[in-house]
């Protein structure tokens, strides 16, 4: 899958990923990478705004980690004129190749969250702007699965395929796109079900609370 189309207005570019791309014939197999990403996210986002509400805030510190990330992955963009940087998926060996793709779908998520509470008049030109960056988050949220899918561990896959179908949910949703909408929140939940069947206690209250984070949509969306 192709990168998003733009950089972010805030400056930030985004990393380019190439999640099709063949291992090398010379390169022995790889180990599964393991994220757990829906801890991430959540200890991220309360720890940096959303505990209040405070999107930009948190849109802040998404591209804040993204830089950090970058740099310590050797995936800058260079100084002065744009130079791609693009994330194959031969080179996803850490947790943190995984997090580029992630953190680039929670910053334009939250850029859309900030748009939506800002624009208490649904004028058309922000309203437009929200679905753009929700279109972005979902694509995001697609690249973050298919690499999970080929590099991460089981839980690691199920975990990004769960967070890619909510993001595909509520983009539909908000575009009034109630059956693919529904089917997406609908799977996001029983995968979430699922996972709180098989997992540890320490896990479980994390898919507990997104079962119960997708019910509200899921019943927008069915009515």
């Given at each position: 899958?192709?990168?998003?189309d733009?950089?972010?207005p805030?400056?930030d570019?985004?990393?380019?990923?190439e999640?099709?791309?063949?291992?090398?014939?010379?390169?022995?197999?790889?180990?599964?990478v393991?994220?757990?990403?829906?801890?991430?996210v959540?200890?991220?986002?309360?720890?940096?705004?959303?505990?209040?509400?405070?999107?930009?805030?948190y849109?802040?510190?998404?591209?804040?980690?993204?830089l950090?990330?970058?740099?310590?992955?050797?995936?800058t963009?260079?100084?002065?004129?744009?130079?791609?940087?693009?994330?194959e998926?031969?080179?996803?060996?850490?947790?943190?190749?995984?997090?580029l793709?992630l953190?680039?779908?929670?910053?334009a998520w939250?850029?859309?969250m900030?748009?939506?509470?800002?624009?208490?008049?649904?004028e058309?030109?922000?309203?437009?702007?929200?679905?753009?960056?929700?279109n972005?988050?979902?694509?995001?949220?697609?690249?973050?699965?298919k690499?999970?899918?080929?590099?991460?561990?089981k839980?690691?896959?199920?975990?990004?395929?769960?967070y890619?179908?909510?993001?595909?949910g509520?983009?539909h949703l908000?575009?009034?796109?109630?059956k693919?909408?529904l089917?997406?929140l609908?799977r996001?939940?029983?995968?979430?079900?699922e996972l709180?069947?098989?997992?540890?206690?320490?896990?479980?209250?994390?898919?507990?609370?997104?079962?119960?984070?997708?019910?509200?949509?899921?019943?927008?969306?069915?009515?």
């Amino acid at each position: 899958m192709s990168t998003a189309d733009a950089e972010m207005p805030d400056g930030d570019a985004d990393p380019e990923v190439e999640p099709d791309a063949e291992p090398e014939e010379d390169e022995g197999p790889l180990e599964d990478v393991s994220l757990d990403l829906f801890d991430l996210v959540r200890s991220s986002r309360n720890a940096h705004g959303l505990r209040h509400g405070d999107y930009l805030r948190y849109r802040q510190y998404c591209s804040r980690r993204l830089l950090r990330l970058r740099r310590s992955l050797k995936l800058t963009h260079g100084k002065g004129r744009y130079k791609p940087q693009p994330l194959e998926l031969r080179m996803v060996r850490d947790p943190k190749h995984l997090m580029l793709p992630l953190f680039c779908c929670e910053r334009a998520w939250a850029y859309a969250m900030q748009v939506k509470r800002e624009n208490t008049a649904q004028e058309p030109r922000p309203r437009f702007h929200l679905l753009q960056r929700l279109n972005k988050a979902a694509k995001w949220s697609v690249v973050l699965s298919k690499l999970c899918a080929e590099r991460g561990d089981k839980r690691t896959a199920l975990e990004a395929e769960a967070y890619s179908a909510f993001m595909r949910g509520n983009m539909h949703l908000e575009r009034e796109q109630w059956k693919p909408a529904l089917d997406q929140l609908k799977r996001s939940r029983t995968i979430c079900t699922e996972l709180s069947r098989v997992s540890v206690a320490e896990q479980v209250h994390l898919y507990s609370q997104m079962v119960e984070e997708v019910e509200p949509p899921i019943r927008g969306a069915a009515t």
